[in-house]
């Protein structure tokens, strides 16, 4: 046992000095040493491991809790993306390094409500997003909010995009889900003008433009192919 313990050891401080770190895949095999399997046995073995063997497996870095070490890396990586990006919105699929930043993220998400106090904390601080969809509905709104802002009005073309954002897209979803939406989003378009109905919109502005075309002419005889700013008042 002795040998075969001083085996898997020269092992690992041969990984260390390749890899830079002692974490171990579990199906790892390394010169016929099934060296997976040798670091799960130290660490099922933590409590009754000799202190002489500990010691000398703490000098070498080694991982005693996989799970908190991961969580601790996928930190580092949302902090390091926070830094480079101003936020903490990954990309789906995103990896850093081998490291599916992207899935861990998921991951914080779906725990949420099993997650410690102190992470949760360390997570908020960094302005972690735990709604992914109330996230994009905010970041459709600002880009609304931009749109009207140079436009003057909130009639996004369907295919329009702002900065590689679907504005269209986005906004033909707030029209078909305007029966369920929160009363707080629906007052903050209606506030912006959003148009609901695109055919009711259409008729409002020719209305207005009639009205327009009445005080200057004093009448409503406009004529067949008659223009204004570009809209077919005639028609």
Do not use: Y
Not at 26 to 41: M, N
Not at 75 to 87: A, Y
Not at 179 to 204: H, N, T
Request: proline share 2%; glycine share 10%.
């Amino acid at each position: 046992k002795e040998q075969q313990w001083e085996e898997g050891f020269k092992k690992l401080e041969q990984f260390k000095e390749r890899e830079g770190h002692c974490l171990v895949s579990r199906d790892l095999k390394v010169e016929g040493l099934d060296l997976g399997q040798w670091v799960s046995t130290q660490r099922k073995e933590q409590k009754t491991i000799s202190i002489e063997r500990k010691e000398r497996l703490d000098a070498l870095g080694f991982v005693w809790d996989a799970l908190s070490h991961q969580w601790e890396e996928g930190f580092t990586k949302l902090t390091d993306f926070k830094e480079r990006e101003g936020h903490c919105n990954v990309p789906k699929g995103f990896k850093v390094g081998g490291f599916t930043l992207a899935a861990w993220v998921v991951r914080q998400r779906s725990i949420k409500d099993e997650m410690s106090t102190d992470r949760k904390e360390r997570l908020d601080a960094l302005g972690f997003v735990w709604d992914s969809r109330a996230e994009k509905w905010d970041e459709g709104f600002s880009k609304l909010l931009q749109f009207k802002e140079a436009e003057g009005h909130c009639k996004v073309l369907n295919r329009f995009k702002m900065d590689g954002f679907a504005l269209g897209t986005w906004v033909n979803r707030q029209r078909a889900n305007h029966d369920s939406m929160p009363p707080e989003r629906k007052q903050r378009l209606d506030d912006l003008g959003f148009v609901w109905d695109l055919l009711e919109g259409a008729w409002e502005d020719a209305f207005g433009k009639l009205l327009k075309f009445k005080e200057t002419k004093g009448n409503c005889l406009v004529p067949r192919r008659f223009k204004m700013d570009g809209f077919g008042l005639g028609d």
